[in-house]
Structure formats: structure tokens, C-alpha cells
């Protein structure tokens, strides 16, 4: 089998599949021309994440990944949220095929620019470093 | 139910040729290069079933190759032509954007070393003419490569006109022939086909056991050196179950072409009508110049690789054009070649049926691939963009 049966569980059962229509942030990455589009909203309540969504154009892994990666974050605070590393969503989903990483690189991102959309919101001062998973990302794929 | 739609991708060993194999493993296993009784036996065996492969296309018996399948296949016919070309000072080599990557890579390797390639644009519907060919070729012209069908999309090429053209011009010409042989007639003399690369696997033959037909008078380049098997052209011990294999797998196909057709074709119309009620939904390929089993589509909003992990769910078997199974970030050559923009070509789905599959397994099909797309369309960003007229459809 290409995938873990997790990665198969997350992909079968998607959690968190959705919208919320007065999100507190919203985040999309990727794009249609290469086959990955992630879409994350928050719903944000004393720097807690109340609630979380996800939008996913994209393969299994991608589908898993954001079903992961909105699990790992539901409930925490947005500080925790932002430690999210790909590694980790790809290790709790018992690891991805090697060519796939860039799924879970996709779901990290897609987290990061949906805090900073609810930064920019709120006007919360944040500094260059707060966000470099989304400059970087692309160079670890 | 489980249904095997992915016979463009391999089909199953048909038992009658399996029974035909056995015997070359434990009974008539002699090397067919020996001299002694039992070797000559073997010889017989071979000089049979180049026969049976030869007459399937109207060839000549010493006008086959055995090879190891359709990829060395094509590596040899193009290498040949193009070491003819380059004797004569011609190093101009014309094929198509959309062909088998054994064409295109063999074709990289030659450019490479010097050979100028012409990639001929492949009109929308799949097809390329003869006329195109015409304009293309120019006195350096030293070989055209055209497939005979196309493996994902299933679109027949006008074969017997652009052998015209080239024998006018006095052009080799070679067809990959790997998704036709077994399923449309041919005939190499009257299509003008000086060279044409089939795959035993893809009309229920084994794997690993190809033919290269080239006409009398064309010389061959080795792509494997050693022995003096297949007239020095091809060396190794010859895979004698492979070759009896083959031979009765190559009559038995083209025996039933005019029989299972019909039936088949019969099939894949209904799949296509059905699965073109989907919204947003677009064919691959000219509607009737068609492999009779071939059954490929575009879905607006969806990505292929899901799609395919949902489909086999429900034990649907196929396959998908998109980036993530064809493991490259591009999705397929062949949808980018007839113009599908990126995001379109990520959603496409192959079904490649046979004369096994029934009528209730396309009525299942097609149920359960349109419940698979409104679900996936549904967790889609871009559906939901679509729909919402943030983003404009591609597909009418
Ligand atoms: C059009 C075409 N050419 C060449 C090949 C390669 O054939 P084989 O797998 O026998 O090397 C295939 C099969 O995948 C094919 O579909
Ligand atoms: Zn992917």
C-alpha cells in the first residue's frame, strides 16, 4: 500500500471538512496548477482555537494531511498552533511516501497564513520570524 | 463488486494462453540457439510463433523481433531509423507531443547527440494529420514516429495517410502501435508502416515480451548487445513461454476483434454518456476515432489521485492523469499536449474496459463515480469558488 492505514483513516473520514462563514482568519495555499489547493479557517476565542475547517483540493495525502493538521491544532492555543511542523503532521499520520511531504508542507502553511490573516485582523503585532514557515516552505519540498 | 477498468495499463493473462506457456517451462525448455533435438524443437516453436505474430499484421515471418516489450520496442525502431538517418547526413526526426515517454525519452537522448526533434502540436480532440506531417518534413527528414492509438486518451491516428505521406517522401515510419495491436485490424503493408513497436500484455499476453516489426531492407541498430539471436539484432536467450505466450495471445485477440467490439464499444458509449451527465465534465479524445475500450474524462474542481482512492473503495479499479500518480508535479503530457489546462488535467479519470466487463458494471460505474465527485467536489476550494463566480469554469 502506498499510504499507512492513517493516512487511509484520514482520507476515508475526513475530520473537520467544511466552511465557517465568520471565521476569524482564513488561510489558502497552493494552487490548481500544480494539484494542491489547502483552505483553513479559524475560529479564534481568547487566543484559543475554538473551531477549525478545512477546504482541500488535492490528493489522498493531501486530504490526510489537513484533516491531521487540523486535528493536532483544534482546541489549542494559537501559539501552539503556530509551533505546527509539517514533521509532525506527517508523523502523526505514520509517515508519508517521500514524494508526498509537500502535502504535509502544504498543511502547515496553510495554518500559518490563516493565524496571520487573523493577525492582520486584530492588528496583533507579530515580527518576521513569526511567519517564515510561509517563506520558506517551498524550499524544504 | 470489483471492477478492473485499467486494461490500457495491463490486461489479464488469458488462461488459453497461460496453458500455452507451461509447457516451455518444464517440457520444451531447451534453449532454442542449440543444436540438439530438443533445442531444434524449441527453434520450431519460435519459427511458429513468429509466423502466428506476422500474419496478425501482414508482415513477413523474418520481419519480427522479439523484444523485450513495447519499450525496447520503440527504443529500437527510433534509434535504428535515426543511425540510418545519420549515415545519410539526415538528422531530422519528427513525432508528436503526446506519444509514449519510450518515444519521447529515446527522442531526448537523440537531441542530445545532435538530432533536431519536431514535436508536432496535437489538435484538441487528440488527432494529428497527415497534413501536419506533410508541412513537417523537410530534406533532413530521417524518420516519423506517430502512436497508432494514444494510451491515455484512446484516439486512433490517421495511420494509413501519414504512411502515405512518408513513403511519398521517402521518410521512415514508425508507429507505436502498443494500445492497437489486438484491439483494431492492421496491416503494416497496406497502412504504409515501415516500423511498428506491440506489447503482449496489453491484449492478454504475458508481460515482459514485446515485438518490433520492420520491414525487409531496414537496418537495425542493437539496443542490446551479445549473442546472435534474432538475426544479431536482439541479443539474449529467447523467453521462449513469453514468445509462445504472445503468439497465441496476438491470434486469439485478433480473432475476436470483429466479434467483441461491438460489445465493447457498446460499453464504453454508455460510460461516456453517462459519466459526461456530471457537470463540468469534458471527454479526452475524438468521440469516434476511439480505441473501442477506452473511456477518459476531465471533472471540474477534483483531483485525480482522490478520485482514483475513492473509486477503488468501491472497488472500482482505474486510472488518472494528475500530478500525484503520474509522480512528477506536472499532471500528463498528453492532457497539457491537446490543451487541457493544468488544473483541468489534475481531474481526469481513465476507465479502459474489455470484453469481460458487463453492462451492469458501467450502470455501477457510472453511480458511483458521480456520487465520488459531488463528494470530493464538495470538500473542494475551488469547486467552492466556481460556484460561487469567484473563479470562472473551465470546462462549459
Ligand atoms: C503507447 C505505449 N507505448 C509503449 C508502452 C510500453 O510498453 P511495455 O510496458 O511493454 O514496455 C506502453 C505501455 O505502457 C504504451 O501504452
Ligand atoms: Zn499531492
Redesign the pocket.
Known amino acids: 500500500m502506498l499510504y499507512s492505514e492513517k493516512v487511509m483513516d484520514h482520507f476515508k473520514n475526513p475530520r473537520n471538512v467544511g466552511v465557517i462563514e465568520d471565521a476569524d482568519g482564513i488561510g489558502e495555499v497552493g494552487n490548481a496548477k500544480c494539484g494542491d489547493i489547502m483552505k483553513i479557517y479559524l475560529k479564534i476565542d481568547n487566543d484559543i482555537i475554538t473551531d477549525i475547517k478545512f477546504e482541500t483540493f488535492g490528493c489522498g495525502s493531501a486530504i490526510a494531511s489537513s484533516s491531521m493538521a487540523t486535528e493536532l491544532i483544534k482546541g489549542k492555543p494559537v501559539k501552539d498552533a503556530l509551533k505546527l511542523t509539517n514533521k509532525a503532521v506527517a508523523e502523526a499520520l505514520d509517515g508519508l511516501p517521500p514524494h508526498k511531504m509537500h502535502c504535509s508542507v502544504l498543511a502547515e502553511e496553510a495554518i500559518s497564513s490563516a493565524i496571520k490573516d487573523y493577525y492582520d485582523k486584530n492588528n496583533i503585532p507579530y515580527t518576521d520570524d513569526t511567519f517564515k514557515s510561509l517563506a520558506h516552505s517551498h524550499e524544504e519540498e | 463488486m470489483n471492477i478492473y477498468a485499467d486494461n490500457?495499463?495491463?490486461t489479464k493473462t488469458s488462461r488459453t494462453v497461460i496453458d500455452a506457456m507451461l509447457p516451455y517451462f518444464d517440457k520444451f525448455y531447451a534453449n532454442p540457439s542449440s543444436l540438439h533435438t530438443p533445442g531444434q524443437e524449441a527453434m520450431e516453436a519460435l519459427t511458429r510463433a513468429r509466423e502466428a505474430v506476422a500474419k496478425c499484421i501482414g508482415a513477413k515471418p523474418n520481419e519480427i523481433i522479439f523484444t523485450?516489450?513495447?519499450?525496447?520496442?520503440?527504443n529500437q525502431a527510433i534509434v535504428s531509423a535515426a543511425m540510418i538517418g545519420k549515415s545519410k547526413g539526415k538528422m531530422h526526426i519528427i513525432s508528436t507531443a503526446f506519444?509514449?515517454h519510450?518515444?519521447l525519452h529515446t527522442l531526448d537522448k537523440l537531441e542530445k547527440e545532435g538530432f533536431k526533434i519536431t514535436l508536432l502540436d496535437v489538435h484538441e480532440n487528440g488527432m494529428v494529420s497527415a497534413e501536419q506531417v506533410r508541412e513537417a518534413i523537410c530534406d533532413d527528414t530521417c524518420l516519423v514516429t506517430i502512436?497508432y492509438?494514444?494510451?491515455e486518451i484512446g484516439s486512433i491516428q490517421p495511420i494509413k495517410e501519414i504512411g502515405a505521406v512518408c513513403k511519398e517522401k521517402n521518410v521512415l515510419f514508425h508507429t507505436?502501435a502498443?494500445?492497437a495491436v489486438g484491439h483494431v485490424h492492421i496491416d503494416v503493408k497496406d497502412e504504409n508502416i515501415d516500423m511498428l513497436?506491440m506489447?503482449?500484455?496489453?491484449f492478454h499476453g504475458p508481460?515482459?515480451?514485446?515485438v518490433l516489426y520492420a520491414r525487409t531492407g531496414i537496418r537495425l541498430t542493437n539496443i542490446i548487445e551479445g549473442g546472435a539471436q534474432e538475426k544479431g539484432k536482439r541479443a539474449g536467450t529467447h523467453n521462449m513461454p513469453a514468445i509462445a505466450g504472445m503468439a497465441v495471445a496476438i491470434k486469439e485477440a485478433c480473432d475476436a476483434i470483429d466479434t467483441h467490439t461491438p460489445k465493447i464499444v457498446k460499453m464504453r458509449d454508455k460510460l461516456i454518456e453517462g459519466l459526461l451527465q456530471i457537470p463540468h465534465t469534458v471527454l479526452n479524445g475524438d468521440r469516434y476515432s476511439r480505441l473501442p475500450g477506452n473511456v477518459n474524462v476531465c471533472f471540474e474542481g477534483i483531483e485525480g489521485e482522490s478520485l482514483l482512492l475513492m473509486l477503488d473503495m468501491d472497488g472500482i479499479y482505474a486510472s488518472s492523469g494528475s500530478a500525484c500518480t503520474s509522480g512528477s508535479l506536472d499532471p500528463s503530457h498528453v492532457l497539457l499536449a491537446i490543451g487541457r489546462p493544468h488544473e483541468i488535467a489534475h481531474g481526469s479519470l481513465r476507465l479502459s474496459i474489455d470484453y469481460d466487463n458487463t453492462d451492469e458494471e458501467m450502470d455501477y460505474i457510472i453511480e458511483k463515480t458521480k456520487k465520488v465527485v459531488e463528494y470530493l467536489r464538495n470538500m473542494s476550494p475551488v469547486w467552492s469558488d466556481l460556484k460561487k463566480g469567484k473563479r470562472e469554469y473551465v470546462i462549459q
Open positions: 490500457a495499463a495491463t523485450s516489450g513495447g519499450s525496447e520496442a520503440d506519444e509514449h519510450a518515444v502512436m492509438a494514444n494510451n507505436d502498443v494500445q513497436s506489447s503482449a500484455h496489453k508481460k515482459g515480451v514485446g
